[in-house]
């Protein structure tokens, strides 16, 4: 058959989308409970999660990870070795952490279940030998890590971003994780752990009717607490473009991101515009940075950028592992392609498609159970409005060229960026210099230090 | 029990073949808008030739450069631009590409993977940018990860004559040596209708299907009838010992590994329970005795490492402190010949198989997931109906296969102990 013959087919009619939302009801200390039936499958998964707020642990970074790996072992009422074999018998999975649980099972076993997952959540046995083992684990760990690239780059990246000084920002090292003490655990247990901000999603082969008591019988002893409200300095963003550099010798790629911290709430006005100018610069395969890195110029695997949102400050990172040889180059195209998204218009064309690409994507989602618990979910969290799923496919219909390319201004800080590489310094440096932008070392935990000798 | 969860999911699907060879499974699902359309071509990284090795997994890449019909680039924007999402992934054993669209898209997506298997455009320009790209997914994935290249040292020291030995990403030097006829007769021999099969999954008409399907794939010429070349290894006898140095680490991983027969045995799958016996959850052997009471690793894992002619039994432990792998081998081999002399627990047995019920139940919990298993069931076991039946074979296997089992595959004359250790200085 000739090619002309083979024209693309032009879309069917598009599906109607029904937005259904979980049944739910709220415990007096707090906790929302949200119910999605779903009986295609003998199956249901219950995920307990805990909305906090970010929180410093200073000089004892650590107690936070170390309670999370703590909990779940176990209950003040059965012992561990029972606790876990009871688990597995039933050929079901709990994880418990200190901001919440989640458990799958078979249906028929998810009585059982629900009760195991509120007796580790709710009432943690914290003994000594627990501590001594997860910690002497933790420490291994990081020792495991010391030398992965990606590892070193994510740490710095949050440390230069946020501040050393800011939850968001500060990392556990064995000097810290040393001075976490078993009544610390307790403590960071007893501060944040609580219902305040807790959610209970259950989907699957369940009945509402059935489920809730035995929720309320569960859930409903769980002490009222409130967690503390804290402030913390905003990060502030550098004065003028710069590269971090952190020398890895054994680096055969360099880790660059290019990052600045902002504040972007789901609820903004410039929410959709600044996702989307995000996509466009580095969300998926066609985006300008997956087109230029690795398309045109093959020198890596992907490239992306992601934004953050949310109540709390986040960040705006571009990012990809490049090959060491081309690092200088790679970074000028970086520039260039934020620089583009900030002074071009995208065309309508390519903003459509990008649409057409969210609006799918929703569609596909937004009558599976998972997603249905999802949105309800956010609304909570996010505080968004109650209809703001209901419009979303007009909301982002909505968006215009002139929406992106503010929103990029607004929030891809280029003139206040740090360019944070982790690679090879021997190989590397000497090309980043000719690039004429202020160059700055750091060691491998993001503290600042004279330029390495090569 | 076993007729509870079997009956709970039944996957209906109908199957058929165009003249030109090529199958098609359609499965019905219409509590979501979605269309899964994917297509599994039975070539993978084994099919290469010891001086080529890293086409298959190349042509991964190379299939979304652009068809007569699709311009470079364009590939990835026409998905998008009608609310879709695809992807590709190549193992040893085969290439699987799919499309996920809303239900509207499905003759979009047919006419897509049409468009791959009959006019794909393979240009020089196309295979030096995927050429520099996969240099550096190599570099991203393996080279500077972490234990990284665990499975390359494991595969090279398990096989002697199977193409296994080597790894999917390939050598960097075959594919910088190889020419554009090489690419294109590569697409030619392997990427054929009856090469492969094609599965539409989810909310869709089913008259409307089959008539796309004939409109795009029916005109499709056959290629040649493959004939898959076999390779035996001898048995293991010796322990082969081996060391890799891997300069992203500082802690040394003991790696032992037994190799087992094709995974469509029945022996294959009795090892599957063994190893969730051994190291799946906190009550397991290894990890209880190991991780939790000893305190001798940080981790401790056993994986099935399973494919269409062998497979590998990896059993892997970081050692914590000042023990040593000795010492973590030890304990293993002391789990193992447990396995091999007593029968496992009643209890245990139980529990084994309400972990493969769960797991069973799971495997087929979405839609993409179902796709893939039907061509895979298809394709490699040569079974379809092994989707809804597999269950009761595994709920066949007895507490004396299980000790057999264990007793004729893990000897430790028949394995490989890979010592993976940091290097002693950094790289130059």
Known sequence: ?454 | MLGGVASAQKIAFEEYNLDNGMHVILHNDSSVPVVVTSVMYHVGSKDETPDRTGFAHFFEHLLFEGTENIKRGEWFKIVTSNGGVNNANTSDDRTYYYEVFPSSNLELALWMESERLMHPVINKIGVDTQNGVIKEEKRSRYDNQPYGNIIGAVKENMFKKHPYRWTTIGSMEHLDASTLEEFQAFNKKFYTPNNAVLVVAGDFENAKAKEWIQKYFGSIAKGETLKKETFVEEPITQTIHANYVDHNIQIPMLIATYRTPSMKTRDARVLDLISSYLSDGKSSKLYKKIVDEKKMALQIDAVGFSQEDYGMYILYGLPMGTHTSAELLKEIDEEIVKIQTELISEKDFQKLQNTFDNRFVNKNATLEGIAENLATYYLLYGDINLINTEIELLHSITREEIRDVAKKYLNPNQRLILDYVPSATAPN
């Open chain 1, 1 to 454: 058959m000739h090619p002309q013959a083979r024209p693309q087919p032009k879309p069917g009619v598009s599906p109607v989308v029904n937005i259904k939302k979980p049944q739910t009801f709220v415990l007096d200390n707090g906790l929302k409970v949200m119910i999605v039936e779903n009986h295609k499958l003998p199956r249901v998964t219950f995920n307990l999660a805990l909305d906090n707020e970010p929180f410093f642990e200073g000089t004892i970074k650590g107690v936070d990870e170390l309670c999370n790996n703590m909990i779940g072992n176990g209950s003040i009422k059965i012992a561990k070795d029972a606790f876990n074999e009871e688990i597995d018998f039933l050929g079901a999975n709990i994880n418990f952490g200190s901001k919440g649980a989640y458990a799958s099972s078979l249906s028929k076993y998810s009585g059982r279940i629900l009760e195991l997952l509120a007796h580790g959540a709710l009432h943690p046995n914290f003994t000594q030998e627990e501590f001594e083992k997860e910690k002497a684990k933790l420490f291994e760990g990081l020792k495991a890590e010391e030398k992965s690239v990606p590892a070193i780059a994510h740490r710095v990246v949050e440390a230069l971003a946020f501040g050393k000084n800011h939850p968001s920002g500060e990392y556990m090292s064995e000097e810290t994780l040393k001075n976490v003490t078993l009544a610390d655990i307790k403590k960071n247990y007893e501060t944040y752990f609580v219902p305040e901000n807790a959610y209970l999603v259950i989907i699957g082969d369940v009945k509402y009717n059935e489920v809730k008591p035995i929720v309320e019988n569960l859930f409903g002893p769980w002490k009222k607490r409130s967690t503390p409200k804290l402030t913390y300095p905003a990060p502030q963003n550098v004065a003028f473009t710069q590269i971090n550099f952190v020398d890895v010798p054994n680096a055969v790629q360099s880790e660059i991101s290019l990052v600045n911290t902002l504040n972007l709430k789901m609820s903004d006005k410039d929410f959709f515009p600044a996702v989307m100018a995000t996509y466009i610069l580095g969300g998926d395969y066609t985006s300008y940075l997956n087109m230029n890195l690795r398309e045109k110029h093959g020198w890596t695997y992907g490239a992306s950028a992601t934004i953050g949102s949310g109540k709390y400050v986040t960040k705006l990172k571009a990012a990809s592992a490049i090959r060491s040889a081309v690092t200088d180059s790679a970074v000028v195209e970086f520039i260039k392609e934020i620089k583009k998204i900030r002074t071009e218009k995208v065309s309508v064309e390519l903003l459509n498609n990008v649409k057409a690409g969210y609006i799918g994507r929703f569609v596909m989602q937004v009558q599976k159970p998972q997603a249905i618990a999802r949105y309800a979910l956010n609304i909570e969290t996010e505080n968004l409005p109650t209809d703001f799923y209901e419009n979303y496919i007009k909301t982002i219909n909505a968006v215009t060229p002139d929406d992106v390319m503010r929103a990029a201004n607004k929030y891809f800080l280029l003139d206040n960026t740090r360019i944070i590489i982790a690679g090879k310094g021997s190989e590397v440096i000497p090309g980043l210099e000719k690039l004429k932008i202020p160059m700055f070392y750091f060691d491998i935990y993001g503290n600042p230090i004279e330029k390495p000798v090569l």
